[in-house]
């Protein structure tokens, strides 16, 4: 586990075409260069095309969508898909917004991901068309805990086999499925959700790694998640050395990945298979 | 003071919806979260109305205002007026363009603002319309001292009876105000001034504060501002001791927020009524 | 040399009107505040003239263009010609996509840009009309090095001639000219590749310094760049003394821009003339 996607991601450093939101945009680029890949963000329908064409990846975040940008996502998911490189879609806050659930429906109608990531509360949003009144936040009831994993592990499975795709539910248990294989990790930090950007962050992580291991995205997924967590665990640890908050803790966070290998995975990782 | 503010926060952490600037977007993000709330940054006019539905309270902030998005500050003005949710303004840069004038003319037509902060610049160019050569920053002979603060004081009196909301006054001294009681908060720091997004941030504090504090928005706006003033003295301390520079003030001032508690307010606080 | 530039600076903070990206737009914000201007972003058609009357200094920088700006850039670029402040041009990406090919032939046959800056691969490409695969990093072969360093010189003087303006080639070594005097400058350190933003920051502050300095855009540009070498040189001083990572590079990068001056600048500065 972790060798071989560290190893390709070092070989192959890819660009990862963003067409994602103006709020985390910013930590996005700046984490994606801390794993070793190159950002690339482009949201013009009349570029995306091109972007697509010199990019290893393509990651589609609907965070701050609009119906310009909603077009250009399905032009470049369409064309991604043609050059056959991996497609990570990140449904923020769907089930929130009438606007949303038409773009994820016309989304998926359009495009076949590789991988999708959410909080829960999105997921069921985007499996049972429930409505979201968490916004981009998980809602309580939605919570995965050990009480309620192995619904949650059948749950997510299930969604996986529909949707011919790796699903990633990242919370207090990050549960990741092909649909036969199911992983779950425990790493991470509650103060993880203090500031905005981790699940955008882990998304582009997804996408740096799956560039780079079209091979396997399940293990590119799980690398990708266990080392976030780990790296939430390290700048909890630094801030509460140092007295600090939320701000520092977004720097260590993102300083984590820069300096994160293979020994650090390796010791860090509480992960599961089922 | 501030008991109940930050008790009723703490009991009922609202959503708050941002229709702002794409400059210090994530610096909004971030310094909600660090108070207690949780932001949703949504502005397409086709769901603005539908993230009001789920918000607790509305910020405008016309930062970087477009034609697309002005009319869906209006469309989702009104819908929070009828909702019945807090409003509140920040009208960045009013009087520097013809643009920016008439959406604010537009705004303050169409939609009832519970709070409306700015630097007195900007209120002066909406009071008065007169010209505001400043840009994003106050203009020299606007800035409040102690020579000038009783004329100030009757001003921002004046402004908020006009209006029919609180007006919050940002600058050396701060003025809040609505229309009968008046505080001035002697907080802060003129290293805020060196940030980017310290004026954003005060209103996406005063948001959440206002949002879970529906029968007093005057103390609402109160208690975040004397909150970031306080911060932006703790922030300076922390780059002082460290020989640190603006970028690190930025992070000490959200992770001051983050750590923020009812003792630091009321030792703090340099506020006075009028 | 610098003395003037620093000098001018302090004694004309102005006002710098962006029209950029909205990945890396709140690190040019802040830089140009730590550099001693007052950092403006406004890009709608409708707007941009007025904050153009009222700027001292146009930057454009074409990072996540969309067809709304395009036309913006071009309005309000032909509006600081005419009224004879400077404007700076960042071709971000060019030569990566068709519709910033297009861009760019616009903005070159409408606008007379003061000073353009980019990598060595934006520039073949906007001489050349070369494609450039390398997104918005530098590709491998046109890295400038000691050994290609003269025929790098030659080409930048030749672009510089062409477009009868500053030519500034950022990289390893650095290359500024205005087709008759050359230098180049070998501050910096590699980790400022390892962050977004480094160079749409080098951008703003040429803008900030060129500002201030209408006589002697050369040595605004050269003071600009020189400063953000060193200031990647203490940044990663202290991250190296910290056990630091990327983030807290970029902290510490803005930091020792808020703390330039005179004597750091002489004493740091590794430039040559050619």
């Known amino acids: 586990m972790f060798e071989k996607s560290l190893e ?14 103006y709020v985390t945009v910013n930590d996005c680029a700046n984490i994606v260069l801390a794993a070793g890949g190159s ?16 990019s290893s990846v393509l990651y589609i975040n609907i965070g701050t969508l609009n119906k310009r940008t909603i077009e250009s996502m399905i032009k470049a998911g369409k064309k991604a ?23 994820i429906r016309k989304l998926m109608e359009n495009v076949q991901f590789s991988v999708i990531k959410g909080n829960m509360s999105e997921m069921k949003a985007l499996y049972t ?42 919370g207090v248990i990050d549960i990741i499925s092909d649909g036969e294989k199911t992983c779950f990790v425990r790493n991470g930090h509650a103060m993880m959700a203090k500031i905005t950007g981790t699940g955008c962050m882990t998304g582009s992580v997804i996408a740096t790694f799956c560039a780079s291991n ?12 266990t080392a976030m967590g780990i790296c939430g665990e390290l700048a909890h640890e630094k801030v ?24 650090k995975l390796k010791e860090g990782a509480k992960i599961e298979f089922k």
Chains 1, 2, 3 share one sequence.
């Open 129 to 170: 068309h429930a409505k979201n009144t968490g916004g981009v936040d998980v809602q309580e009831e939605h919570m995965i805990h050990d009480h309620n994993l192995d619904e949650n592990i059948e749950f997510v499975k299930g969604v996986a086999r529909k949707f011919k795709c790796i699903i990633a539910i990242t």
């Open 81 to 103: 898909n043609e050059k056959g490189i991996p497609v990570i879609l990140d449904p923020v806050g769907v089930g929130a917004s009438q606007l949303r659930n038409e773009a």
């Open 39 to 54: 950002p690339l963000m482009a949201d013009d329908y009349e570029e995306v095309e091109d972007i697509v064409a010199i």
């Open 240 to 263: 509460m050395a140092r007295s600090e908050g939320s701000s520092s803790f977004r720097t260590y966070l993102i300083d984590a990945m820069s300096l994160m290998d293979l020994n």
């Open 8 to 21: 390709n991601l070092k070989k192959n450093p890819p660009l990862v075409h963003h067409i994602t939101n």
């Open 214 to 225: 079209k091979e396997n995205y399940l293990e590119a997924a799980i690398t990708a998640i």
